[in-house]
């Protein structure tokens, strides 16, 4: 029998933090998990996720044999038991510097970059450095919810600047203009987009980092979808562009390898003029790395192998079978009224489709119709709002082919189920 507690209780002086609550509120998964909770358990078809972008346990979309070898040889080597330096080993910071170099005007030396926990912990790191009082940074719409997140913990004030749906989403740099002011610190891209499924072409992002300069701002930008373009548009690295503003470019292997649970990532300055060292967010970022935790040293010391090893055939199998679903889901799109899609997706794996909800009868918004989706059909697709823009959908088509005709099918029965009678 449990002992009976001699004392009367106290106030307890603890408690959670609602600040945090909020953050994670906001973020992609929070949606999703209310989506899942919504299924009918006794619908006897297997559940299609197209609603968030995670190809890793489908087997066309295994990972390439040299990565799995690097990992391998990584721990068999017992060479990264040990605890790794907080900016990441040379070695590792060598090679990205390296394998990124190549897409560069200039070279990256191992300095310019900091091995981080994916793409995740770069996107912490930067935001927390820049976090100072009455700071803002200028985000994307739509965009990637993790940055609001990430900006509603640190303190920093947002400002959305809209992407322009009929212009392949590129950005309104009217807007960006008249958003920022002397408290503007930075400017966030995603390049290729998620969730718009773009790639900017390099007189684009030209006009970005000119745009920065005139601001006195520095670039981030996410290119955790680095060379995962299949369109018109080839991948031009953000950093091409460094010497005319201060780039600070996060992206990992989690995407184009297709390992996201790895967990490792990069933050990287490219800054050939020395501003930011000058400025003080290098020592920021040292800083801030010292007082947190580290990619595993065993998959540092498998990223030398995964970046040179990996065969040229790997990435054209999978920018392949990426054309080929956005294809597919382009098409289907095409067949259901109630869709628009006013831009083709060429990057990334996700396509924006536009609700017309005067078509649907019992439809209230965007959410309505992904709650409905899960329940009727048992296929999940993220709401716009989820991403900042309401009543559209963002569809993931990178899942096994037969999966994917499969849920495009039961949404398409869902709008004709629920569309208005004439
Ligand atoms: C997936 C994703 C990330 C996170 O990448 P990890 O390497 O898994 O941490 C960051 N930014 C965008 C835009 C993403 O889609």
């Not at 307890?12 to 899942?36: H, P, Y």
């Not at 947190?292 to 498998?302: L, N």
């Not at 995964?306 to 040229?312: C, Q």
Request: aromatic fraction near 8%; proline fraction near 7%; hydrophobic fraction near 40%.
């Amino acid at each position: 029998m449990a002992t009976e507690n001699e004392f009367s209780p106290k106030e307890w002086s603890f408690k959670g933090d609602e600040l945090l609550v909020r953050s994670s509120a906001v973020t992609v998964r929070g949606v999703l998990d209310k989506l899942m909770g919504n299924l009918n358990p006794n619908d006897p078809r297997p559940t299609i996720p197209l609603g968030h972008g995670d190809p890793s346990p489908f087997p066309s979309f295994r990972t390439a044999p040299e990565a799995e070898n690097a990992i391998s040889d990584s721990l068999y080597s017992a060479k990264f038991n040990c605890y790794s330096p907080s900016v990441g080993t040379l070695p590792a910071r060598k090679a990205v510097a390296e394998h990124l170099s190549r897409d560069l005007p200039y070279k990256l030396s191992p300095d310019d970059v900091y091995l981080t926990s994916g793409c995740t912990q770069a996107i912490e790191v930067i935001l927390t450095v820049l976090a100072r009082p009455n700071a803002n940074i200028l985000l994307p719409r739509p965009g990637y919810p993790y940055y609001e997140a990430r900006a509603i913990f640190s303190n920093i004030e947002f400002r959305y600047f809209d992407l322009l749906p009929e212009k392949d989403w590129e950005v309104n740099l009217h807007t960006v203009e008249l958003l920022a002011d002397e408290n503007t610190v930075a400017i966030v891209i995603i390049n290729p987009g998620n969730p718009c499924g773009n790639v900017y072409k390099y007189e684009h992002l030209k006009k970005v980092a000119e745009t920065a300069r005139k601001l006195g701002i520095l670039v981030i930008s996410d290119e955790v979808y680095y060379h995962l373009a299949f369109g018109k548009n080839p991948f031009v690295p953000m950093g091409v562009f460094g010497s005319i503003a201060p780039v600070i470019t996060v992206g990992s292997i989690s995407k184009r390898w297709i390992v996201p649970g790895w967990r490792i990532g990069w933050l990287v300055t490219n800054d050939p003029n020395g501003i930011l060292k000058k400025h003080g967010v290098v020592d920021s970022i040292i800083a801030f790395l010292n007082i947190s935790s580290d990619p595993a040293t065993i998959v540092q010391g498998a990223i030398i192998q995964v970046l040179e090893k990996t065969k040229e055939e790997f990435f054209l199998k999978i920018l392949n079978q990426l054309r080929e679903a956005a294809e597919t889901c382009c098409s289907k799109i095409k067949e259901i009224p109630c869709f628009a899609c006013p831009s083709k997706p060429e990057g990334a794996m996700f396509a924006l489709v536009k609700l017309d909800l005067s078509l649907l009868e019992d439809i209230e918004d965007d959410l309505d119709f992904c709650l409905k989706l899960s329940k009727e059909e048992s296929v999940i697709v993220l709401p716009g709002l989820a991403v900042g823009l309401k009543n559209w959908l963002r569809i993931t088509y990178s899942v096994e082919p037969s999966a994917l005709d499969d849920g495009l099918n039961r949404i398409k029965a869902f709008c004709l189920r629920h569309a208005k009678k004439q």
